[in-house]
């Protein structure tokens, strides 16, 4: 049977080249300029260092790369002459310095494991960026705290106002979080920083190359080993994202609770006039948008980090572009989503103001003290929980209707006590003290509770935790920059061998 053969056209199809090429082209320049023209130095500098490129050819090399006229590459636009930037670049080299001796810069090395390297170096710089901004923000929350440390306000459970503690008590919690956010994101780093050039294609190379040293001029610390996994695995960029969908799933229950604070009818929490837009119609409005906006960011940024982990299920356990060029921007993207949610949230905050007033005479209403009524019976008369909480319980029914006055409260638990052989035991004072939220709050004392002695030394520790992160970070950034130093001494060494000879 005869069948006809279609016409081709020659690469790449324009369906081809304006849905994946030109495209990838585009968050190339964006993302990996930068990166790709720092691996071409460092991989021709070791080149050269291992014998495997004669220095003055691999001089040539550096001196093209110098004379790139960076705006023009950004400027470009993809015409199909060309896969990708890559090849975009070398096509530019080749121009300065000639096909054979511009070629000799891709011995022992792969678009493979460039890709992998630059990937990683996008992703580390992520991960800074994003630590930096949470820093920032676990900063604010600890001055707040401090200073709101002694300021009563309800603890909720289900919505519900369930017992008194204080405002300091509270941001102490989220503080604890982004504290763990930050530790999440320390050990993301580490395994993110780890070089994979070298592993070339997939099985690393014949040539004497030097890993360690392009290791050292890129600023990772230390190398992705097995040159198959290097390629293949996939793991340093789903946990990354998994610690980012994490943070903001906490932040976003944290800027939940901030709205309710917001509404008239909590009235907890007033942001200034730089942060609240206006009705077109009601005059009245105050509306908190960019704790909206913060909001949906975070959920934006958690979603599209497990979008990432979603496009990576299942894949083959090898190199597949499944892991590349069409999914390396959505991890930008929920990188950049976050910050910019946490950025917001930071300056919100910092301008905001909490009516403490408020907060302080709810925690002091709805019933809120009654468990140490009923802990505080126990601890003075000996009486079993229990019955203490069976007192208690019918005080509060017999006052539910009428509405909690702490006066009426303390009156029916001393009617109720003088049934049992208990009532002697303890004061109207003591009973009366019992229901205040003050009160409720010092005696709670042990680590982890509201009490000044146990919440103050936490706040103190947050601040040393800070000090050490924020510590990290700077040395880690220098890390970085020294490696560019580092680069240029290698380059400038070079140089001078080739002048002296």
């Known amino acids: 049977m005869m069948t006809t053969s279609k016409s081709t056209t020659k690469f790449p199809a324009p369906v081809y080249r304006d849905t ?35 220095a003055g050819e691999a001089a040539q090399c550096l001196r093209a790369l110098d004379a790139l006229d960076r705006g023009e590459i950004e400027r470009a636009e993809y015409d199909g002459t060309f896969e990708d930037l890559f090849f975009y670049i070398e096509k530019k080299l080749a121009a300065a310095c000639g096909e054979e001796v511009a070629g ?52 909720y459970t289900h919505n ?48 004497p190359i030097d890993r360690g040293f392009t290791e050292s001029l890129l600023g990772f610390d230390g190398l992705q080993v097995n040159s198959y996994g290097a390629i293949a695995a996939v793991d340093y960029v789903a946990e990354s994202c998994s610690v980012l969908a994490t943070a903001m799933l906490s932040l976003g229950r944290f800027t939940q609770d901030l709205l309710f604070w917001s509404t008239a009818e909590f009235g907890y929490l007033r942001l ?23 909001r949906v960011l975070a959920s934006r940024a958690l979603v599209e ?3 990432v982990l979603g496009s990576l299920h299942n894949t083959p356990f090898a190199d597949m572009n499944d892991a590349e060029d069409d999914l390396q921007p959505l991890v930008y993207t929920a990188f950049d989503d976050a910050d910019r949610s946490v950025r917001l949230l930071t300056g919100t905050l910092g301008e905001a103001e909490f009516n403490t007033a408020r907060m302080a005479a709810a925690a002091d209403g709805n019933f809120l003290p009654v468990t140490e009524l009923a802990d505080t019976l126990v601890r003075v008369t000996g009486m079993s929980f229990h019955a203490s909480h069976t007192i208690v319980s019918k005080a509060v029914r017999e006052l539910r209707d009428r509405g909690y006055d702490a006066d009426t409260m303390a009156q029916i638990v001393e009617r109720e006590l003088r049934e049992t052989d208990k009532a002697a035991l303890i004061s109207s004072d003591q009973i009366r003290g019992a229901l205040s939220a003050a009160n409720f709050v010092a005696v709670r004392r042990i680590p982890g509770g509201p009490a000044a002695e146990a919440l103050q030394p936490e706040i103190e520790r947050a601040k040393t935790q800070l000090q050490a992160d924020t510590q990290w970070l700077s040395d880690t950034e220098q890390h970085l920059a020294e490696a560019k130093v580092k680069m240029k001494q290698q380059y400038d060494s070079l140089l001078r061998r080739i002048h002296e000879n």
């Open 20 to 54: 994946v090429l030109a495209p990838v082209f585009v968050d190339a320049k964006r993302y990996f300029l930068g990166p790709l023209l720092e691996i071409e130095y460092a991989h021709t500098l070791m080149l050269a260092r291992q014998g495997i490129m004669p």
């Open 160 to 207: 519900q106002p369930a017992q008194p503690t204080t405002l300091g008590h509270y941001l102490m919690a989220y503080i604890e979080i982004l504290e763990r956010d930050a530790e999440r994101l320390r050990q993301a780093y580490a395994r993110v920083n780890r070089n994979p050039l070298g592993a070339c294609a997939i099985t690393t190379t014949g040539f």
């Open 305 to 307: 980090a497990q979008g």
């Open 272 to 294: 200034s006039d730089a942060y609240v837009q206006i009705s077109s119609i009601m005059p009245q409005k105050r509306n908190p948008v960019p704790l909206e906006h913060v």
């Open 104 to 155: 000799k810069m891709h011995t022992a090395r792969s678009r493979n494991d460039i890709d992998l390297t630059m990937y990683r170096m996008v992703l580390r710089g992520r991960l800074l960026g994003m630590l930096t901004s949470l820093l920032a923000l676990r900063r604010l929350l600890i001055d707040l705290a401090w200073e709101y440390r002694a300021a009563l306000m309800p603890a």
